[in-house]
């Protein structure tokens, strides 16, 4: 690495966020909207080094692609995309512990908030609202204020 390189690459490590927001943009020609400092430095400091001594190589571009066809890839499928369920329901799977303060499955919680009557059903694992299916208590409370509320203090439990 030339002398110039290495005090470039010196001097990046000093700069601010903002002063390695513009070097970037003055680098790549377009803005980053990242505000981490060591990603910022370290993406600066490669593409000065890839304009001055090139690129990788065309060999090392066809190995890379090769190592990705070859690499498992990962993807999330959506909720609800191959049970039938129609998008944005949610379903609770797998076994709560129980809470001694949860009533046994069945019981019907109400609470009057704001003037309407709000009823949630006890399921073995979880609690029924307006024909949805929720986790936990607070995920209740909050779906119906809007708010994040401790879903035990909410329906006084």
């Known amino acids: 690495m030339s002398e110039t390189i290495a005090k470039q690459i010196h001097v990046l490590r000093r700069m601010t966020v903002a002063e390695l927001r513009t070097k970037y943009r003055e680098v790549y020609g377009e803005g980053t909207r990242s505000g981490n400092k060591d990603w910022l430095w370290k993406r600066i400091a490669w593409r000065i080094q890839e304009l001055s001594y090139g690129g990788l190589s065309e060999r ?88 994040h509320w401790n879903g035990y203090m909410f329906f006084n439990l």
């Open 60 to 147: 090392a571009k066809l190995r890379a692609a090769d190592i990705a066809n070859e690499a498992d890839i990962r993807a999330r499928v959506p909720k609800g995309a191959f049970d039938g369920e129609p998008a944005g329901t949610a379903r609770v799977t797998g076994s709560l512990p129980r809470d001694k303060r949860i009533p046994l499955p069945g019981t019907i919680l109400n609470r009057e908030y704001k003037g309407d009557l709000h009823s949630v059903t006890v399921l073995d694992m979880g609690f029924e609202y307006g024909g949805r299916c929720y986790k936990s208590l607070s995920a209740v409370a909050r779906e119906i204020t809007g708010q």
